[in-house]
Structures are given as C-alpha cells and as structure tokens.
C-alpha cells in the first residue's frame, strides 16, 4: 500500500478537512466519502475499541493497537493524537518511532499534564512547564526517520492559563521548528481570529466540536482566517452513539411487545455500502478463483 504523506495532504487541500475514523470501518467509509486525509483521536478511538474515557488511562501499547487495525484498512495519509508522549523524553521518541512504523504522517503532542488529564482542552486542570514540553518537542522532531513526518504541538494552556499564554507557548513550539500548532479550546470565532492573526504564517490546526458550546465555524471560514487543517473530533462518534441509542431502545421495545419494529427504509442502501467498504464482492471474487472443479 502507497500512502501519500500528511504533507502532500495539506498542500492539496486548503484547509484540509480531517473526519476523526475511531475503527477501521469508520477509515474506510471517510476514504469512500472523498476526504484526503483523516485524524486519529484519542477520545473517540478509545471509545469505541476499549469504552474508556481519554483521561490518560491509556498508553503506547492500546494507542498502537488501534492505529494499526484503523491504518491497514485505508490508503490515506492520516495524523494520530500524541497525547503527552506517554511518558517523558524517551517515552516520547519511543511514540513518535512506533508511530511512524504504523504509517502515521503527523504526530500530535500535547502539554496537558497527564495527572488528571481531562479529554476537553477548556477543562484542561495544568499544563508541563514550558521546558518540559520545549525538550518533548525537540525529541520528538529529532526522533523521526522521515522529514515528512509531521510534528505538531498542541497547547492546552488556555484552558489552565488563559489565551495570552497558550499563544506565547505556540510561539515557543513554533521557534523550537515544529512542523504546526494547535491551540485548542477555543470558545469563539474572535478567539480563533486572533490566534490566527497573531500567529500568522505557521502552519494552524482547528478543532470544530459538536455540542460543547464552541462556535460553528465552516473550513472556509477558518481557512480564510489562515488555518491550514481543521478536524471534526466528534461529528461520527457522535452521531454513530445516538444512531445505536435510539436503534436499541426501539429494539428494547419491540422486544418487550410494547411497541412494533419496522425494518428501516433504507437498509438495502446501508448493507450495499457496507458490502462495498468492506470489498464482499473482491473476497467473493477470489473465493470463486480458488474454487476446485468438480
């Protein structure tokens, strides 16, 4: 398998427009539906392959568990969540090899502190001294085998600090030559205009969240503000949890007499798509090669 890099991604695309996959399935369907790239987060990842909460519970090991099953069903370039590098210095030249040998192009690492880590950037409890993550980000960009390799800082500092000093930390990533920042949680549209202005020229990631009160800003918008890359964390993990929701206590219903299930209408459509995303008809297609004749 041919993946073009992270890199090449964000040059074709402006802003490119990252769907978190959180399995395979989801990696698949994003690469049918057209994206050029895609994100691996930690929230939702964890979510669906373990049910556990992005509170620092997890390590290297789950983390690269779940890259390889989600980077082996898809050819796009895709960028997976750091976290804090699990660890200190060595730890995170570790994640940044082990990830580039899964086939990650772009490598996310964060300051939050990882005691009483919390999966939304405003409820972000502390962040590392800046020396910390400073050697973090050094090692990180020293440890990769490919230039091509992206190494992007995420700063969480808004939250613990406030944004004067989560922008004068994504300055300091951006001195120590990070290929891109990201300073996440950000509550309005001024918010982002004035990180994007005051940072102007770097290489910008975005985050648009559902249902947590952020603005909804469209990828032009915040393209033309100067982002270069804006992910959608949770617009499938999302949608998928009320989709089951709702599909299970219809089903609890039914099963209780309480209420009739109908088959939905458009089932024959979603078990075609599936079929297709899945490739039944290539495996079909060498099962009937490699069958002997009578």
Do not use: C
């Not at 990830?99 to 405003?122: F, N, S």
């Amino acid at each position: 398998m041919t993946r073009p890099t992270f890199r090449s991604a964000l040059a074709a695309e402006r802003p490119l427009v990252t769907p978190l996959a959180h399995d395979a399935l989801s990696a698949r369907l994003i690469e049918r539906a057209g994206f050029r790239a895609f994100a691996i987060g930690g929230s939702a990842m964890l979510a669906a392959r373990y049910a556990l909460p992005d509170l620092g519970i997890a390590a290297l090991g789950e983390m690269a568990d779940g890259i390889r099953d989600i980077a082996a069903a898809t050819s796009l370039p895709f960028l997976a969540d750091g976290d804090d590098g699990y660890g200190d210095a060595k730890s995170v030249a570790h994640t940044v090899r082990a990830y580039e040998r899964l086939g990650v192009g772009a490598i996310l690492i964060e300051d939050q502190r990882r005691e009483g880590k919390q999966p939304r950037a405003e409820k972000a409890r502390g962040v590392v001294d800046i020396p910390v993550m400073a050697q973090k980000l050094a090692t990180a960009l020293d440890a990769r085998q490919s230039a091509d390799t992206l190494i992007i800082g995420r700063t969480d500092a808004y939250g613990a600090l406030g944004l004067d000093a989560a922008i004068a930390r994504a300055e300091r990533f951006l001195a120590l030559g990070v290929d891109g920042v990201f300073v996440a949680g950000l509550r309005t549209a001024e918010e982002y205009a004035r990180v994007a202005r005051d940072l102007r020229g770097a290489t910008l990631s975005a985050a648009i969240f559902e249902g947590v009160g952020t603005p909804w800003l469209t990828p032009r918008e915040l393209g033309e503000m100067g982002y270069a890359h804006v992910s959608f964390p949770a617009s499938l993990v999302f949608r998928i949890v009320g989709t089951m929701r709702e599909t299970l206590a219809m089903l609890r219903r039914h099963a209780a007499g309480a209420e009739p299930m109908s088959p939905a209408e458009d089932s024959a459509q979603n078990r075609a798509a599936l079929d297709d995303a899945l490739g039944v008809a290539g495996w079909q297609a060498i099962e009937s090669r490699g069958a002997p004749q009578a």
